[in-house]
């Protein structure tokens, strides 16, 4: 168990403990998410960065109870001194989206595609705030002009189908910020739309949760995304966090190989033109029975004997810089696991190291 | 953080099994080959055909066997009006008792298996092999041909299955070719449309494109390339289909409608002749024992028929 | 929306011209279509008989039946070359005139205004009672998808999908109505209330197989539709499951009921002529099997072509109806 010895610090608005999520399926039971904890306060935004596979995504839906019914969930979950999990196992109304509410990946296929955009906001008003039809109609009118959309009147009567991708997202993004929650959740909220747009709906989200003092986790599997909009990040890998710290240390001053990975597959803007991208070697790992070992071991370029010897433990205490990681990049350990590895050019899990990989500087 | 993830010491041996797992692991995932350690045998799960399926097929073939064979089995005359008193109940004499004419129930209903089973096969065969091969052309040469059939189908769709029978049987004798012709008829759209649909993902494939560049000729790529495959959910939705006819055949007979004359026993008509309110008032096993039979056969087919269809993955149609 | 409507029309033409062809062609190509609309009449040597002595009494019954047959003829345009017949045919079907029934020389659309609204009535009651009684249970064996009561509906759709329509109805009628005396065995006319009393048999008899086929369908969509973003999306937006059901999913999950509701609406037709053999219903199903059994040609082929083109055009709405379902359609 992770020790909770969190300081004087204000009490969080959404406080995560050991969240373990299973799913029984034909072939075994998935381990999608492995003992997750975070905390995360009012106003701020926390990243949750990782590959499709890595858990965020399940851990972002466990957060909102949708999960389907089949998932074993255990693990705690407060909002705001509240046990969420206990909140919606009682159906408790006006919670999720008035307190906490989601905005999903694909905005194709979040909208309901028989029913006005216009309908389609209005209703959580209607549902939650007991307004008329004409006036929630009317407010749907004002938040769509609040996420930037052009000639918004026009737009509530409108059918998903007859709006763009990055139209589609600023419904929902309207939609979620219907009844003024205090929390967001963003899966992936730019992933299916037009490079074009990505960054302007990324700055709207930040802009308004800014306005209206609201709490953001943002997932994504784009370091870039993360960087400069978020608090604090937390990169996970198989159902782990495997590394989180405030932003500006975990994009300085990385210690587990991954997150180090993981930048470095990204463009820079003040990378060198032609400069290449190193892709990760490998694919995520199966979440069906894993191997009692690190998990980005087979991947990992720094990989020693040790590393199959069970999960290393994320170090440290809650709010603090914490990675796990036996041979953290940027300490003696790593670069002398490297410098070993290179040498032999093949890692102790077998992977082979062809060329210069970039070593641990 | 976690609970779960305790350092352990392990010996030089368990590290062995685990690298070797990691290789094993990128192996599969290359070739998509079986998994040696994993758990492989989910495909056998879903591709079982369960205990419920084998007494189906039991079921059915017993009743085939019995159509077939009944003249020749020692059941009582069908026909022999007065075998004993009439509407008898059930006795160790007559097991489903005698009808309104006093004519054994049991033997009748065996018996009736004969036309039912006849016309339903006849149906789904001549169904299959005209549905087939009209499908299988259009699929293939598409074009105007496809065109003409589809519209055929179309039209042959456009009449509730019962009131097209009808029509016909109203013109013709109705002996049983015709009765079989009938139902046969009706399942040539259904079929059809499953042949050419499934026609159209075939010719697409390479293996198809390649015949062609190696200059086979239509005929050829069409019997030795297309059939095989299109043959298979066609195949696996026989019984399906048998099922459909059964009941159609039994529908006509009810109406009085199937073939005609009073050798010509059918579950149909035998359900009819017990269904007069006195007569299931008094003598329900007249007419229950036919229904039983009758809904156990068609259950037996959609049962195995299902299953059979699961297993080949085949979609549903709808007919 | 326009050229969807018109290349709709279009087929909804050419399939109307096709069946009315083709039951055309049953009466005149299958058989003596003289035959087919007076019967045994047309045997008669009509020009021997003209030919005989005047005065002979006994050939007065044989000249009156050759004036009847020489009216047939007129009536049904026999002596016109086929196309024209046909023409001629299908306009006279147009203004009402479907012919005499050679049993009772009553005129066939007479029959037909006396009889449908019995069967009108049926029909609709039947799918009455399959919507009914499928919509809530497609939608609970959704929600509960796999749980005991969602398996137990799937063993019980099978075996209403087994039962002949003429079985599910002679079971129907024992159990309810002679053994436990809860409906009328026979067809009541003396008041609404009756009426509709004596039809509940019929219409669960037609309408129960039909829903367990629409609840076996619903279920499936709607399990694919729950699975949907956008119903992540209604309950990350905090409505309750009841609601996201009626309002968010149900809709979306309609169509393959849609699409099955116009072939079903076929086979209802078909087992409208079984049930009301079985429950005694005046209406014009049992007309037809009357009349085939008489070989009363005129009433078969009107009924025939009046119940294969409603059949068509009900078709025909239910493709526009898509268009209501997902407004997506109306963009193609």
Redo the contacts between chains.
């Keep these: 168990m992770a020790p909770d010895q969190t300081t004087a610090a204000p009490v969080p608005l959404l406080s995560v403990r050991d969240l373990h999520v299973r799913f029984p399926t034909e072939r075994g039971t998935v381990n999608a998410v492995n003992g997750v904890s975070f905390d995360l306060y009012e106003g701020k935004t926390l990243a949750i960065v990782g590959e499709s596979g890595s858990g965020k995504s399940v851990t972002a ?1 466990t957060l ?3 999960l389907p019914r089949s998932a074993l969930v255990s693990g705690d979950v407060t909002y705001a001194g509240q046990d969420v999990r206990a909140l919606a196992a009682a ?1 408790t ?6 307190q906490m ?2 905005v ?3 905005p194709m ?7 006005r955009v216009g309908e389609q906001i209005a ?2 008003l209607r ?2 705030l007991g307004r008329s039809r004409s006036a929630a109609l009317e407010e749907a009118e004002d938040l769509l002009d609040a996420v930037g959309m052009p000639e918004p009147a026009r737009r509530v009567m409108q ?1 998903p ?1 007859e709006l763009s991708g990055g139209l589609r997202q600023r419904v ?1 993004i309207a ?2 910020l219907a ?1 003024q929650p205090r929390l967001l959740i963003a899966d992936e909220p730019t992933t299916a739309v037009d490079v074009t747009v990505q960054k302007h709906l990324l700055d709207l989200l930040d802009e308004l949760r800014r306005d209206r003092g609201m709490a953001m986790i943002l997932i994504t599997h784009d370091l870039g995304v993360a960087h400069g909009r978020a608090d604090d990040v937390a990169v996970m890998y198989a159902g782990r966090i495997v590394e989180t710290a405030d932003a500006r240390t975990l994009f300085v001053d990385m210690r587990h190989p991954y997150t180090e990975a993981l930048l470095r597959s990204i463009p820079r803007i003040d990378d060198p033109v032609h400069h290449r991208l190193d892709p990760i070697p490998g694919r995520p790992p199966e979440l069906i029975s894993p191997p009692d070992a690190c998990a980005f071991a087979p991947r990992c370029l720094y990989a020693q004997a040790d590393c199959l010897d069970g999960v290393p433990e994320l170090s440290g205490l809650v709010g603090l810089h914490r990675f796990a990681c036996l041979h953290p990049t940027g300490t003696e350990r790593g670069v002398a696991a490297a410098t070993a590895n290179r040498a032999a050019g093949v890692t102790v899990a077998g992977l082979p190291l062809t060329g210069d990989p970039g070593g641990a500087g | 953080m976690s609970g779960d993830g305790r350092p352990s010491r392990k010996g030089r041996a368990s590290r062995q099994r685990l690298l070797r797992r990691f290789r094993v692991f990128r192996l599969v995932r290359s070739s998509k080959g079986p998994e040696p350690d994993g758990p492989g045998e989910n495909e056998a799960v879903r591709r079982r055909l369960g205990v419920g399926f084998w007494l189906a097929v039991v079921w059915l073939v017993v009743m085939a066997f019995i159509a077939l064979f009944a003249p020749m089995l020692p059941f009582a005359d069908p026909t022999k009006v007065g075998y004993s008193g009439p509407r008898e109940p059930p006795s160790a004499g007559a097991w489903f008792g005698t009808d309104a004419l006093g004519r054994d129930v049991f033997s009748r209903t065996m018996h009736g298996a004969r036309i039912s089973l006849a016309v339903g096969g006849f149906a789904i065969v001549f169904g299959m092999v005209v549905g087939g091969a009209l499908g299988i052309l259009a699929g293939y040469f598409r074009g105007r041909l496809d065109q003409a059939v589809g ?1 055929t189908f ?2 042959l ?8 029978a ?7 004798e109705r002996s049983l070719l015709v009765v079989s012709l009938t139902i046969g008829i009706l399942a040539v759209a259904p079929v059809g449309l499953l042949a050419r649909a499934s026609t159209l993902v075939y010719a697409e494939r390479e293996f198809v494109a390649a015949a062609r560049v190696l200059g086979a000729r239509n005929g050829r790529i069409i019997v030795r390339e297309l059939l095989p495959n299109v043959v298979i959910p066609m195949g696996a939705l026989t019984l399906l289909g048998m ?1 459909v006819a059964v ?1 159609a055949e ?2 006509l007979a ?4 199937s073939v005609a004359g009073d050798e010509a026993i059918s579950w ?1 008509k035998m ?2 002749d ?2 007069g ?1 006195r007569d ?2 008094n003598a ?1 096993h007249v ?2 024992f036919p ?1 039983a039979v ?2 156990v056969t ?2 037996a ?3 195995a028929g ?1 299953r059979i269809r699961q297993y080949f993955d085949v979609k549903e149609l ?2 | 929306m326009a050229r969807f409507f018109i290349r709709r029309l279009v ?1 909804l033409v ?2 109307l011209f ?2 009315t062809f ?2 055309f062609s ?2 005149n190509f ?2 003596d279509p003289l035959f ?1 609309v007076v019967g045994l009449m047309a045997e008669l040597d009509c020009e021997a008989i003209e030919a005989g002595s005047a005065e002979d009494p006994s050939l007065d019954r044989a000249r009156s039946d050759c004036e009847t047959v020489a009216e047939a003829r007129a009536t049904y345009h026999l002596d016109r070359p086929v196309p024209v017949r046909y023409l001629l045919w299908v306009g006279d079907m147009f203004t009402g005139d479907f012919g005499t029934s050679f049993q009772n020389d009553q005129p066939v659309a007479e029959i037909i205004r006396e009889k449908l609204p019995e069967t009108l009535i049926l029909l609709i009651m039947a799918q009455i009672v399959s919507l009914g009684v499928a919509i809530p249970w497609g939608v609970v064996a959704a929600y509960r998808a796999n749980r005991a009561f969602d398996r137990g509906s799937t063993v019980a759709s ?2 209403l ?7 599910l109805g ?2 129907l ?2 159990l309810l109505s ?1 053994r436990w005396q809860i409906f009328p ?2 067809y009541e006319s003396d008041s609404v209330v009756g009426l509709v009393f004596s039809m509940v048999l019929p219409a669960a008899t037609l309408g129960l197989p039909l829903a367990a086929s629409y609840q076996r369908l619903l279920r499936t969509d709607l399990i694919t539709t729950l699975q ?3 119903v ?9 499951p009841m ?1 996201i059901m009626f ?2 999913a149900l ?2 999950s309609l169509f ?1 009921v849609v ?2 509701f116009g ?1 079903s ?7 409208s ?2 049930v009301e ?2 429950f005694g219903i005046p209406g014009i199903g049992r007309e ?2 009357t ?3 008489r ?1 009363d ?1 005129p009433v ?2 009107a009924i ?1 072509m009046l ?2 083109c409603t ?2 055009i009900i ?1 025909f709405v239910v493709d526009l109806f898509y268009s209501w ?4 359609v109306r ?1 193609r």
Excluded: W
């Design positions: 839906k909102m109870n949708l159906g109304k006006h919670f999720f989206g008035v509410t989601m999903f990946q694909d296929t979040s909208l309901n595609p028989v029913k209703e959580t549902y939650h059918y189908h929902v939609m979620a009844c | 519209f179309f039209v769709l456009s009449f509730p299955a019962l009131v097209l009808i029509l016909i049987t109203a013109t013709l099922a009941v039994g529908s009810f109406l009085g409608l149909g359900i009819v017990g269904a309110l299931l008032q329900t007419a229950m229904v009758m809904f068609v259950l087919l959609n049962f299902d709808a007919f | 087929l050419a399939v096709a069946v083709l039951g049953a009466m299958l058989g087919n099978f075996g999908l087994s039962i002949p329509n003429f079985a002679v079971v009628l024992y002679l065995s026979a949907e973003d956008f992540h999306m209604a309950r990350a937006k905090g409505l309750p609601r309002r968010h809709r979306p393959s699409t099955v072939v609406t076929g086979a209802m037709i078909g087992g002529l079984v053999q079985i037809i099997v009349a085939v059994v070989d040609f078969v082929l025939v119940v294969a059949f068509v078709n379902l997902d407004p997506r963009a």
